[in-house]
Structure formats: C-alpha cells, structure tokens
Nanobody, 125 residues
Framework: QLQASGGGLVQAGGSLRLSCAASGRTFSYAMGWFRQAPGNEREFVAAMSKSARNTYYTDSVKGRFTISRDNAKNTVILQMNSLKPEDTAVYFC?????????????????????WGQGTLVTVSS
C-alpha cells in the first residue's frame, strides 16, 4: 500500500527528498512521516490531513522539513533541508483514517493503519 524511497547519504547542511507512493485508497488517508534511529523508539516527524490544508511538525524539524502531496502521482513528499547528523534514522511513511482519534493522537503511531517499509537517511558531519 505504501512504498517509501529517496533516502541516502548526505552531508550536514544538505537536502533530501523522500517520497511515499500510495496505492489504492491509502492516498485518501491522512499521512504521516516517522523516523527511528538505532536504539530509539519510532518518533513523529510530520503529518498532513488528507486535504493537505493542515500540516504538523515536530519542533526539531520546523522550518527545515516540509510535507506535501503530489496528487497526480499519488505521492506524499517529505522535503528535508538543512539536514543535521541527528536527523539520521530510518524514515517511515504511514497512512491513517482522518478521524477525531487521528487529530488527537497523530503524533503517535497508533492512529496509523498502514506503514511503508522505511528508507534510511544518513547525515554525515
């Protein structure tokens, strides 16, 4: 249902563009990006309502990352600029029904029903 891509190795200060290709009905869901560094729990990065009118970011990426939709390609994008070594992680895209639970708990993994396989982002100092 979800296929994430675009990860790689980049120097600090560089940029990467992650894509999440959604098939079937998942593209009409609310979408999120999470990341998981070695030894850490999966953490929220960004989310977007299905209309794309509402976007949300964790404080550490505000002003550097942008979540958006490409409706023509059924793809959700995470544009990552000014990358830092602490952004190094496996990044996962996720889709969830846009319910009141999603709005209340969108920063957690629980309201997301579908997950991509993850794409590794490594930022060197």
């Amino acid at each position: 249902q979800l296929q994430a891509s675009g990860g790689g190795l980049v120097q600090a200060g560089g940029s990467l563009r992650l894509s999440c290709a959604a098939s079937g009905r998942t593209f009409s869901y609310a979408m999120g990006w999470f990341r998981q560094a070695p030894g850490n729990e999966r953490e929220f990065v960004a989310a977007m309502s299905k209309s794309a009118r509402n976007t949300y970011y964790t404080d550490s990426v505000k002003g550097r990352f942008t979540i958006s939709r490409d409706n023509a390609k059924n793809t959700v994008i995470l544009q990552m600029n000014s990358l830092k070594p602490e952004d190094t992680a496996v990044y996962f895209c996720a889709a969830g029904l846009e319910t009141s639970d999603w709005y209340s708990y969108k920063y957690r993994t629980t309201p997301y029903d579908f997950w991509g396989q993850g794409t590794l982002v490594t930022v060197s100092s």
